[in-house]
């Protein structure tokens, strides 16, 4: 028997308990911070509680003579946690705070490609108290310019300008806000087309990429909106996206191994974990966004279900750094995620309003922001069910997540274009628009 710590309570913790549980010697001990039914049902034990309380996620821990824990979202990395488990013998898949800065700090992140000389940067600044002055220099070179808090803010503290903001005067502003919760603040100039995630494993040594996803980070339909942690995904059966070529991938691969051997130049240590790339396809190649310690979600739903190889394997063999050796498959299938999420999401989101779920006939199910009490289900204010089509190609998957939408009965909305001809046609005009 194997005995896995899973941290974690969302949707993508539920597509990796899946993942885990089809391996049978596979036993599950679960430290979420709201009761995810999904994962419950998948666990021998689960305990409910903070991810800043280390002391409590040790002693579930050795309680249940865990053999690797699997930190599934980012606030436990950046609480230390792979730290905390790794002074009492337990070895993670996650990074260690240290490391955990590839997500946790921006400009951790966009120094050391500079200084290993990485492809991938756009143009950029780091920001404090003290060159703030400098802003509007910097400001004055780009057409339009984005900002980064230089810290976590669960994919939402990002701003365009064009989008979120206009004028100088309100940049600056922004900055200042930022400056008086976080050290930094990051600006760069704004680039230009297709965002694309590829999300690797690694061992610190190999680097292994998992078929690339898009998401969809605004909440109403045709791209309208604010910013969410993303309405839904698709991938491909060919393992590409539509604007994508092999090459593309391929470069977005050799940046990522190059930044996992940066790392450990940089530490003398080797990450061992997720090295999730956000990309974008510009005029000029590929660049990176950012990177994340930890799978994407909903982006994690659209890989999970078509790997074929063993993931209690995999995992094993990052703790040893014998990722080499193992063969990871994909089937070759495509998928399309939505997420049902409640009404009023993201800004004034209706909270611990009741939902009505049945099983859906065709797709997958996985939950997300939920409570499960004694008298039913509960939404929690964040995106709650994740649907999965899975299908020969796009047409087929995207009508299975769309039917299985249907599922959920409540105060609860969704983006019905995600992975439609007409969305997808769209963005491969974006792309030709640009390049040519
Ligand atoms: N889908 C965006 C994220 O996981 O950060």
Redesign the pocket.
């Known amino acids: 028997m194997t005995n896995i710590l899973l941290i974690g309570h969302g949707a ?1 913790e539920d597509a990796i308990a899946e993942t885990l549980k089809k391996n049978k010697d596979a036993k599950l001990f679960s430290f979420m911070k709201s009761k995810n039914p999904g994962i419950s049902l998948l666990s021998e034990q689960i305990e409910i509680g903070s991810y800043s309380d280390l002391e409590s996620i040790k002693n579930f821990a050795q309680k249940n003579k865990i053999d690797f824990a699997f930190i599934g979202p ?1 606030d436990p990395l950046n609480e230390g946690v792979v730290d905390a488990l790794q002074d009492i013998g337990i070895s993670s898949i996650g990074p260690t705070k240290l490391m955990a800065r590839l997500e946790t700090s921006k400009s951790f992140t966009r120094e050391l490609l500079d200084k290993y000389k990485i492809d991938g940067n756009p143009k950029y600044k780091v920001f404090n108290k003290n060159n703030l002055s400098e802003i509007k220099n910097f400001i004055d070179e780009f057409e339009l310019i984005v900002i980064k808090p230089d810290g976590l803010t669960g ?1 939402k503290g990002v701003k365009v300008q064009g989008d979120h903001f206009n004028t100088k005067e309100e940049a600056i502003e922004y900055c200042k806000e930022i400056l008086e919760s976080h050290q930094a603040v990051i600006l760069e100039e704004k680039l230009d087309g297709e965002e694309f ?1 590829l999300q690797c494993l690694t061992d610190g040594k190999t680097v292994v990429a998992t078929p690339p996803v898009q ?1 969809h ?1 605004r909440a109403y339909e045709d791209d309208k909106g604010p910013n969410t ?2 309405m839904g ?1 698709y991938s491909c059966e060919n393992h590409l996206l539509p604007f994508l070529k092999k090459e593309d991938v391929k470069k977005a691969l050799e940046i990522t191994k190059k930044v996992a051997e940066a790392i450990n130049q940089e530490t003398g240590l080797y990450y061992k974990g997720i090295m ?1 790339g ?1 990309f974008i396809l510009t005029k000029d190649g590929i660049k990176l966004l950012e990177y ?1 310690a ?7 739903m659209n890989v999970f279900p078509l790997l074929k190889t063993d993931f209690v394997s995999i995992c094993q063999a990052i703790i040893v750094q014998e990722l080499g050796r193992i063969k990871v498959e994909f089937e070759k299938k495509a998928t399309v995620c939505k997420y049902v999420v409640p009404e009023g999401y993201p800004n004034k989101p209706v909270k611990n309003e009741k939902i009505e779920v049945s099983i859906p006939k065709k797709g997958k199910m996985y939950y997300a922001s939920v409570d499960e009490k004694e008298d039913g289900l509960y939404m929690t204010g964040s995106r709650a069910i994740a649907f999965l089509g899975i299908g020969n190609n796009l047409e087929e998957a995207e009508k299975i997540a769309e039917e299985a939408t249907n599922s959920v009965k409540g105060k609860v909305f969704h983006r019905k274009d995600i992975g439609t001809k007409e969305l997808i046609q769209k963005r491969m005009e974006h792309i030709k628009n640009i390049i040519e």
């Not at 930890?294 to 994690?300: H, K, Q, T, V, Y």
């Open positions: 993508r980012e994919g995630s998401d980070k942690g993303g995904s999730y956000g994340n930890r799978f994407g979600d909903p982006e994690a």
